[in-house]
């Protein structure tokens, strides 16, 4: 079952920031949203992950509107090196295991 | 350095042999979960296991199987019965969903 929508892929031009959205209508009361990015052909990184706050970390930001049934992974200013498939889940930080969808291609741009 | 690691990177096999790949953790954590990766697609959950000596299915546990004897290791034995078993095989770690999953690097196997 996909818990959460996606797009596709997204473009962004170097140094500017990249907003990557998420639609998780569906999320229960206890469910974390979760981001990870994937570089080709390499194991998936975690990158964040919050309940109802927005949260910062030295890699990016993520902004949860007030319903919790949307999420922005925003990387405030992208360079090459952020080129990657990016997954966004949801679920339990007491549960089981996470199901990854086919998460949103970003391709920076020079 | 604490992380996850599997081996090999790249692995051959025939068709109708069965193969082991191996993944091992320093980190402590108590779950560990094997995923499968086709190209250009999402990551499909095979197994996992949240214990010493228990494990349970995922969505495509169909023609693999798996053991934890040990909380480090939790090997996966793609048998003869997997009909497409040439795939990107990932295994992951967790302390708990608090914490995320750290990803080993992966084991690419081909079957010809």
């Known amino acids: 079952d996909a818990k959460t929508t996606q797009p596709t892929s997204m473009d962004c031009a170097e140094g500017r920031a990249a907003n990557l959205p998420c639609n998780h209508s569906?999320?229960?009361?206890?469910?974390?949203v979760y981001w990870y990015r994937q570089i080709h052909s390499q194991g998936p990184q975690y990158i964040i992950h919050?309940?109802?706050n927005n949260e910062t970390n030295e890699m990016a930001s993520l902004i949860i509107t007030e319903d919790r049934k949307s999420s922005t992974l925003i990387l405030p200013h992208a360079t090459l090196r952020d080129t990657a498939v990016y997954y966004c889940?949801?679920?339990?930080?007491?549960?089981?295991?996470?199901?990854f969808g086919t998460g949103t291609s970003l391709t920076v741009i020079p | 350095d604490g992380g996850i690691t599997q081996s090999p990177k790249y692995l051959f096999r025939k068709e109708g042999q069965n193969v082991t790949l191996s993944c091992e953790q320093n980190?402590?954590?108590?779950?560990m979960y094997w995923y499968r990766q086709d190209p250009g697609q999402g990551l499909r959950l095979i197994y996992y296991?949240?214990?010493?000596?228990?494990?349970q299915k995922g969505d495509i546990a169909e023609g693999y199987s798996v053991s934890r004897e040990k909380k480090e290791s939790f090997p996966l034995t793609v048998t003869s019965a997997q009909k497409n078993p040439t795939a990107f095989y990932l295994c992951?770690?967790?302390?708990?969903?608090?914490?995320?999953?750290?990803f080993g690097s992966g084991t690419r196997l081909t079957v010809v």
């Open positions: 296991s949240q214990i010493v000596n228990d494990f």
């Open positions: 992951a770690s967790s302390r708990d969903n608090n914490y995320g999953y750290t």
């Open positions: 889940i949801v679920g339990s930080n007491t549960g089981n295991q996470f199901y």
């Open positions: 919050g309940l109802k």
């Open positions: 569906t999320i229960s009361g206890n469910e974390y």
């Open positions: 980190l402590n954590h108590d779950a």
